[in-house]
Structures are given as structure tokens and as C-alpha cells.
């Protein structure tokens, strides 16, 4: 269950406010004083309160009504005709208009973009979705209006039900239900007075059903209404100009109530050099953590201010027409209007030298709430010690067992009701860890529950993302039923539930580099028909359950590029990429770099960490990182190192046109005897064609030329197919098709095969590497088994002739 926090506003119903001009600073002066009214007037008059409820970031949980299996129900999808609306404000009285618009932009998202991923299905006599949306702490909201695309039951009887819509726990419209459309998809606009939403706001709609004018079976599978995914939100917004203020960081730059991907346009004072582009790098794997499952890019511009929001990399030679520095004295941040744009801000990172900038933002990814006012200078500034491997902040520990309490607030794994939200919990597991043969990875559950009346169905189901892995009966207190003393009766908690522990094994191959645990609970409804049903059962995850990894060694066949794609691996092995260098073109162009950014924001993502330690250089200079694993950024002609590394590289050059190099006949004949083949999902033979148009962005993975066991992951884009390629990654429908040792994507097209050589990276136990090499290779088994024979029978044979020597001897001596 996903805990709120509640902002409380009075209003009075018959309240009316009409803007005289669409100017923002008579908006905003209108709107105090509406709002001091409003609190004025509430003291005397019965106020209607409207409650806006903050959700935490990402998908919300399911409110769908499940079964033991944990199957939701799919919501049609088909275009319908509008449908009369009975609308209801707080703020209308009678005739009263509403305030008067003002123009802006225009946005539009669907529930998908809203954070709702799965199907929404209401069910009961009072089944009640709620649909999250946020607003910016820079714009004004000036219109809005939801579109609602639904079907309902045929045995609903129209005057006893209708489904209601609130905004904040507002009222908006009731939609009425009729025997004619009944089972047909429907469509309602239903405007929503602007006044109602504030930076968190809730949508809620609530089927209120009823099928027979008795009593009834509130769980009655007639009871039902569905809610589809193309339901799309409007809002109307005006920008508002905020105060030039470090403690709003990381606002206005990137904002958490925005769901829609993050962009930040970075601005260079010239060409950026290695050690610029590494502070760069810092700050845009800060954004990348932040932004999440959003996603970021980074545009750049060299000397050229772009308008809105922008980060702005200076020292005092830095030269950008129409920006005026402050004096530079050493690191240091500021935020500063954008004279392009007279709502944007500008976040400057200043400093004398490039490792004045590095310290600049160093300090702003740490702990940018430490700074405050228009500027700031960074003092005393002491970098954290460097990371251990696989200490990354967002994966689970492989050196301890890890609380999900760690991973979630107590109350978001509590749950209510007989139609519970599911507890979701993310888990990112270190890509390279080696389940083989194992039971599984151990999940200490601890749970608790109300008990049941009497034995029956009730489970709670877990899953990880789609994938069941079993259901936990919910047991009842007193299995000899309505004796009044049973030995056998179990003790309950102070609070009346129940607490139990089971240790679940969560298979391996369910298990993925991004994971979600979920944990639904069933309770079966206790009521039926003309039994009412009381909605006082509850459920909780003990947040010292435990997942456990700490067993399992580190080791992976590579090339695979799935593990770079969803862990960022193998650069994120250290979080703060210590192991990390970056290479790019002797003359790097804006796309290069915007590419540079881009993937650093998601290795970000993916660790939870800035990228204190990268390196970036350009090609020349790869010869002094041998150590390290290598990010090569470029297209075929401008990156010298595609040429140079051409034999190892899965993708080559053949004249103009670059081709796919794939394993010949010969090759996988040598792989068979020896067992270097590990992938079989992939093909490993086929012709490609990647064209020469720019629209085609590859991303290749090989072994390093420059020392073995390390790894270069090659980034072959250019200004047409960057985009193409960032997108991808970010993208959880496309990302799943990025793997093997070479994915070329080509708009939204994504293609991954396996070819080039297999290595392996990381350590096993003695033990298990025997087994290991023996299990991939039929011939290398065989082979031991004939030298174990022999060895056997010269071991044999030299013990029989040792034993004939012996008996000679002693009949000699006779």
C-alpha cells in the first residue's frame, strides 16, 4: 500500500473567480486571493474539503482485483462515442462560470504515461482506481479536462449505479450507466476546474454498482467496469518564473513530478576537452539517477544558449554571448536567469581550470542540498573514498543479505482491504552473477495477516515481474473452527494479526538484472449474498525480510550486451566507475558528446551514483587505460579505433559499407570441442545489412585488444542515429531486445545477434569451474573420462607390478 501525504484545502461551493487579463502576474494575484478567501470564508461556512494526495515516483501498484494466480483482466481498447456527463464541482455554484482559461501549452498523456502499466479493471459494489498526475513547480496549470475511455457490466440496473469521478478527492462528474450502451466501449470528457490540482493530484474513479434491487453478493462477478490504457489527461500549462535558488536543486532542471523523459541541454563556453567533458560526465550520471525510469538526454551546444533550462559548464576564458559571469574565484555554483528566455534558468558550473569544474560537480551530485542562494563556492571539499565492486547504492549487496526495508518505506508494504494495492519492491541484481545449477536465490519472508475466520483460499502470491513463483496460504487462527478452546490455536500479535516466516527460492532464470518482486494479497471474501461483508482485513511485509545473493560468485560469458543495457555492467561493477574510460574521436563532435552524456546518465540510472572517477580521452590516448574497460564513442570514419580494432570488433568495414563478421562453420566447430558458445537464443549466422544513410546506430561488445578480460563496449552512432540508439536503451520495449555481442538499431527497430569471440569475465571456486568447463564442452568430458581411465589402469598396472616384484622376491629368499 502506497502511503500519501495530505494537503488540505477549504473551499466554498459557491465561489467564483474571473480572470480579467491572461497576463501571468494577474493569474498569480488572482489566485492568492482567491486562496485567502477561500480560508477566510471556510471558518464560517461548512467547508468541502479537497485532499491532494502525493504518490511516489514510477509505476504505482496494481488495484486491479486478483485472483490466487495473480491474473488481471485486460481493458478494451477500441474507439466509443462520447457519452452525457452529469458535472460536479466544488467551486460551481448555480450558473456560476469557471475562471476564465489562459493560453499555453497543450499536453497530453495517457495512463501509461501516468505511471498505470497494467490493466485497470473495478470491481464490487464500490471498486475505486486512482490515477496519479503531477505538476511542475515551474508552470501553471490554466486548463484541464480528462478523457475517459471505460465499458461496464450489462447487469448493472441504471438507477442504482453510476460511476463517480473526483479530482482530489473532489467531486467532478457522475457518468451514468444505461441498458443500450452497456458492454460497448464509452467515452466521457469530463472538464476538471483548474483551481482543484496542485503539484500532487489524484484522479480517482469509482464504480458505484449494483445488479439486483435485494441483497447482495458485493462480489459478484457481475460487479464489474473497466478503465482503458488510452484514457488521456489534458493539461493546459503557463510557465511561471521562479527565484534564482540552490536549494531548489535539482529543480528547475529536472523535476520529479515530471513523468515524461528529461531533457537537459548542457552548454560548453568552447569545444570541451577530457578532463571538462568527465565533469560533464558527473553531472549528467547525477541526472540519470535522478530521472530513472524517465530518462534523460543531454543536448550541446558550444558558445550558443538554448532557451528554457539549461546546465552551463564556464571558467573565466569561457565566452557565451549574452551571459555575464561572475567572478570566478574557484569551484563554485550559481543559478542565474537565461537571457534567452525570460522563464529560464541557467545552472552554472564555474571554475578556474577543468579540475575546479570536476570539484564543482563533484560537490553538486553529492550533496546539492548543502548549497543555498543565487551562488555558492565549493570549500573544503573532500572526495569520498573509492567504491568497492558491486557496492553500487541501487543493487542488492553481494557481500550481506539485504532488508526489503532498505529497498521500501515500512508503510509502502502494508496493505489493506479485500482489493489491495500489490507490494512492489525493485530489486537490480548485479548482471554478472553465476546462478548456475543453484536452488535459487533465498527470500527470508516475513509476513503478517489478519487470520482467517475458518480455513479457506486465501493466499499471498508472489511473483517476480510476470513470472508466478507460488502462493502462501493465509492460515486461520483457530483451525478447529467454533471450539472455544483448541491446543492447536495460534497466537496472534498485539494488533490481531498473524505473523509468519518462509524461506521462498526465487528462481534464477525469473531473475533479471532489473527485477520486480510482487506480492499480492488474496483474502477470500468472507461475505455473500445478503451477508455483509466488513472490509477490515490486512496484510504487511515484515521489512526485515531478506534477500539473500552473498553465495553466488561473480562470473559471465561476455560479450552480452544485455548486461550493459539494463546494469550498465561492466562499467557499473564500480559505482563510481573507477574502472571506467571513455573514448572519443580525435575531434569529438556534438553528437559524440551528446552521446557521451547520454550513456553515462543511464549507467546513473542504473547505479544510483555519480561517475566521480571516469575517464575520457580521445583515441590516441587508449593505449594508457589497458587497465581499464573501454566506452568507444564515434561512427566508422572519425573514430580511428574501429579500424584498429577491426579483427576484433564483431562489426567490420568491407570497402564503403560496413558488414556483420559472424562465426564461420569452422569457428563453431572449434566452439562445439571447446565450449566457448553460451547463448543459443540468438543467431549466430545471418546476413545483415547495416546501411550507410546515418540512420543505423550499432552497439558492439568485444574484448579489449589491449589487455584480455577487459571489455569495450563500442557506441557506432552519428547525428541521425543517436537519438535512435539513447532511445533504445531507455525504452523497456525496445530494451529487451538489446543482447547478444552486437544490436543495431535503426529508428524504433531494434536486431541483436551473437557473433565475434566469447571470454569470460570474473572468478569462480575450483569446484564449480570444473564443473563449469565440463558441462559446456561433450568432447572435453569425454576426453577426461579416457585419461581418468587410463590414468586408472597405469595406476593399476603399476600397483599389480609392484605386487608381482614383491612376491619374487619373497620366493627368492626361500
Known amino acids: 500500500m502506497t502511503t500519501t501525504l495530505r494537503t488540505h484545502r477549504r473551499v466554498v461551493p459557491s465561489a467564483r473567480v474571473a480572470l480579467p487579463s491572461p497576463s501571468l502576474s494577474q493569474i498569480n494575484a488572482t489566485l492568492l486571493t482567491v486562496a485567502l478567501a477561500a480560508a477566510f470564508t471556510a471558518f464560517a461556512v461548512s467547508p468541502l474539503g479537497a485532499q491532494a494526495q502525493p504518490r511516489p515516483l514510477g509505476p504505482p501498484p496494481s488495484t486491479s482485483q486478483q485472483g490466487p494466480g495473480g ?54 459494489i464500490s471498486g475505486t482506481v486512482g490515477i496519479p498526475f503531477n505538476v511542475r513547480a515551474d508552470e501553471l496549470v490554466t486548463a484541464a479536462s480528462f478523457k475517459l475511455n471505460y465499458a461496464y457490466s450489462p447487469s448493472l440496473i441504471p438507477e442504482l449505479s453510476h460511476l463517480k469521478v473526483t479530482v482530489n478527492d473532489v467531486l467532478v462528474a457522475t457518468l451514468a450507466v444505461n441498458r443500450a450502451d452497456a458492454g460497448k466501449p464509452q467515452t466521457a470528457d ?25 441483497c447482495e453478493d458485493p462480489s459478484h462477478t457481475s460487479l464489474w467496469a473497466r478503465i482503458d490504457a488510452t484514457s488521456t489527461l489534458k493539461l493546459t500549462v503557463a510557465p511561471l518564473k521562479l527565484t534564482n535558488d540552490l536549494a531548489a536543486l535539482p529543480q528547475p532542471f529536472f523535476d520529479r513530478r515530471d513523468v515524461r523523459r528529461a531533457r537537459i541541454p548542457f552548454v560548453f563556453g568552447a569545444p570541451a576537452a577530457g578532463p571538462v567533458l568527465e565533469a560533464a560526465g558527473v553531472v549528467s550520471s547525477w541526472f540519470g539517477g535522478l530521472a530513472d ?41 550559481a543559478v542565474v536567469d537565461n537571457p534567452q528566455d525570460v522563464n529560464g534558468k541557467l545552472l552554472l558550473v564555474m571554475g578556474r581550470t577543468p579540475a575546479d569544474l570536476r570539484t564543482a ?52 508494504l502494508s496493505v489493506t482491504g479485500y482489493n489491495p494495492d500489490v507490494v512492489r519492491i525493485n530489486l537490480q541484481l548485479p548482471p554478472d552473477l553465476f546462478t548456475w545449477r543453484s536452488r535459487g536465490i533465498p527470500l527470508d519472508l516475513q509476513y503478517r495477516y489478519t487470520p482467517r475466520v475458518r480455513p479457506d483460499q486465501s493466499t499471498l502470491n508472489v511473483n517476480v515481474n510476470d513470472n508466478f513463483i507460488g502462493g502462501l496460504p493465509l492460515r486461520s487462527a483457530n483451525p478447529a473452527g467454533d471450539r472455544w478452546w483448541n491446543p492447536l ?35 477470500e471474501p468472507v461475505g455473500g449474498r445478503c451477508v455483509p461483508q466488513l472490509d477490515n482485513v490486512r496484510g504487511s511485509i515484515d521489512p526485515t525480510s531478506k534477500i539473500d545473493v552473498s553465495g553466488f560468485p561473480h562470473f ?8 550493459y543495457a539494463n546494469g550498465g555492467f561492466p562499467f557499473s561493477r564500480m559505482a563510481d566507475l573507477s574502472d571506467t574510460a571513455v573514448i572519443l574521436p580525435e575531434q569529438p563532435d556534438n553528437s559524440d558528446t551528446e552521446t557521451y552524456l547520454g550513456l553515462l546518465g543511464q549507467i546513473g540510472r542504473a547505479t544510483g551514483y555519480p561517475a566521480l572517477r571516469v575517464k575520457v580521452g580521445r583515441s590516441s590516448e587508449a593505449a ?91 557506441a557506432v552512432t552519428n547525428a541521425g542515429s543517436r537519438e535512435s540508439l539513447l532511445n533504445a536503451l531507455m525504452t523497456p520495449d525496445l530494451l ?19 557473433g565475434g569471440d566469447t571470454y569470460y569475465v570474473g572468478r569462480l571456486p575450483p569446484f564449480a569451474w570444473v564443473q563449469w568447463n565440463l558441462s559446456r564442452s561433450p568432447l572435453m568430458l569425454g576426453a577426461l573420462v579416457i585419461v581418468l581411465a587410463l590414468l586408472g589402469a597405469a595406476v593399476s598396472y603399476a600397483g599389480l607390478q609392484l605386487r608381482a616384484r614383491r612376491r619374487l622376491s619373497v620366493n627368492k629368499a626361500k
Open 361 to 412: 560537480a563533484a560537490a553538486l551530485a553529492l550533496n546539492s542540498k548543502a548549497f543555498s542562494g543565487a551562488q555558492a563556492a565549493v570549500t573544503a571539499f573532500q572526495e569520498p573514498p573509492a567504491r568497492k565492486p558491486y557496492d553500487a547504492p541501487r543493487w542488492v549487496p553481494s557481500d550481506r543479505a539485504l532488508q526489503l526495508g532498505e529497498l521500501a518505506a515500512a508503510p509502502d
Open 736 to 754: 529487451k531486445s538489446v543482447q547478444g555481442s552486437m544490436t543495431i538499431v535503426r529508428d524504433t527497430q531494434v536486431n541483436s545477434v551473437l
Open 624 to 714: 594508457q587505460w589497458a587497465d581499464k574497460d573501454l566506452l568507444v564513442i564515434g561512427n566508422l570514419q572519425s573514430q580511428p579505433l574501429f579500424t584498429q580494432w577491426a579483427d576484433k570488433m564483431p562489426l567490420k568495414r568491407n570497402g564503403n559499407a560496413p558488414e556483420l563478421k559472424l562465426n564461420s562453420w569452422i569457428d563453431n566447430a572449434v566452439d562445439f570441442v571447446i565450449g566457448a558458445r553460451t547463448r543459443q537464443d540468438l543467431p549466430g549466422a545471418m546476413q545483415i545489412a547495416v546501411s550507410d544513410d546515418g540512420r543505423d546506430a550499432v552497439l558492439a561488445g568485444f574484448e579489449s585488444p589491449l589487455r584480455s578480460g577487459r571489455s569495450v563496449i563500442a
Open 71 to 124: 491474473a488481471a483482466a485486460a481493458a478494451p481498447a477500441q474507439a466509443a462515442p462520447a457519452v452525457p456527463v452529469v458535472h460536479t464541482s466544488a467551486f460551481a455554484g448555480a450558473g456560476a462560470p469557471a475562471a476564465t482559461p489562459v493560453a499555453g501549452t497543450v499536453r497530453e498523456l495517457n495512463l501509461t504515461q501516468l505511471g498505470i502499466d497494467y490493466a485497470v479493471q473495478l470491481r464490487g
Open 489 to 523: 490455536a495460534v497466537k496472534l500479535m498485539p494488533d490481531g494479526t498473524m505473523s509468519e516466516r518462509k524461506e521462498v527460492i526465487l528462481p534464477p532464470l525469473a531473475m533479471g538484472p532489473r527485477s520486480q518482486l510482487r506480492m499480492h494479497y488474496y483474502f
Open 556 to 563: 559471465i560469458a561476455m560479450p552480452e550486451l544485455a548486461a
Open 190 to 214: 469530463i472538464p476538471i476546474d483548474r483551481r482543484l490540482i496542485t503539484e500532487f493530484n489524484r484522479i480517482n474513479v469509482e464504480l458505484i454498482g449494483h445488479y439486483t434491487r435485494e
Open 293 to 333: 525510469y524517465r530518462g534523460a538526454t543531454f543536448p550541446v551546444s558550444n558558445g550558443e544558449l538554448p532557451t528554457g533550462h539549461a546546465v552551463v559548464f564556464v571558467t573565466p576564458e569561457s565566452n557565451i554571448p549574452g551571459l555575464t559571469l561572475p567572478a570566478i574565484q574557484g569551484p563554485a555554483l
